[in-house]
T-cell receptor
Framework: QKEVEQNSGPLSVPEGAIASLNCTYS??????FFWYRQYSGKSPELIMS????GDKEDGRFTAQLNKASQYVSLLIRDSQPSDSATYLC???????????FGKGTLLTVNP | DTGVSQNPRHKITKRGQNVTFRCDPI?????LYWYRQTLGQGPEFLTY????????KSRLLSDRFSAERPKGSFSTLEIQRTEQGDSAMYLC?????????????FGEGSRLTVL
């Protein structure tokens, strides 16, 4: 298994719908997890971080972590066209704080 | 603006030439990372520094690549004898450890095109 794998997409949802993005990871990146958003031609920007099992909500975004299943997800509620971007899942360890990224999932929100 | 700054933003060069990229991290950050990203892929780790010490280099980083952070502030990434396969976006990121929680703050990147 690659260290961080994402559902390859692309994912297309209508405006106002819930977008669900998923990521699995290996034991080598098992401590801290991040979701970055990357607009075309731009650099990644952090939108969510999660460190313990369960859900973490921030506005329209909810990150979910299940360490037993080695699974992390991001839900975007009430999707907006401005959410259209590539979403990168990243995992890291507290031993070196180096992040390993997945390939990303391209999300398109259609008006 | 006190974010991560990278220069140049774009570089077009001919195969075999040397190129150098500069990164100025957020001023209080002690960690500096270099990543490379190609189209359709996530960022791939190249190397990182804590202060002036280079702590890890990826196997992706061939002998043609060298990175420095001489005074623990800005960093340079040099690619010698560039090849077409070096064409990519080179991303610099910084963070502060151990007090921060691991998130990286990225610069806008330096896009390299090797003809």
């Amino acid at each position: 298994q690659k260290e961080v794998e994402q559902n390859s997409g692309p994912l297309s949802v209508p405006e106002g719908a819930i977008a669900s993005l998923n990521c699995t990871y290996s034991d080598r990146v098992s401590q801290s997890f991040f979701w970055y958003r990357q607009y075309s031609g731009k650099s990644p920007e952090l939108i969510m971080s999660i460190y313990s099992n369960g859900d973490k909500e921030d506005g329209r975004f909810t990150a979910q972590l299940n360490k037993a299943s080695q699974y992390v997800s991001l839900l975007i509620r009430d999707s907006q066209p401005s959410d259209s971007a590539t979403y990168l899942c990243a995992g890291g360890t507290t031993s070196n704080y180096k992040l390993t990224f997945g390939k990303g999932t391209l999300l398109t929100v259609n008006p | 603006d006190t974010g991560v700054s990278q220069n140049p933003r774009h570089k077009i060069t001919k195969r075999g030439q040397n190129v150098t990229f500069r990164c100025d991290p957020i001023s209080e950050h002690n960690r500096l990372y270099w990543y490379r990203q190609t189209l359709g892929q996530g960022p791939e780790f190249l190397t990182y520094f804590q202060n002036e010490a280079q702590l890890e280099k990826s196997r992706l980083l061939s002998d043609r690549f060298s990175a420095e952070r001489p005074k623990g502030s800005f960093s340079t990434l040099e690619i010698q004898r560039t090849e077409q396969g070096d064409s990519a976006m080179y991303l610099c990121a910084s963070s502060f450890v151990p007090t921060n929680t691991g998130e990286l703050f990225f610069g806008e990147g330096s896009r390299l095109t090797v003809l």
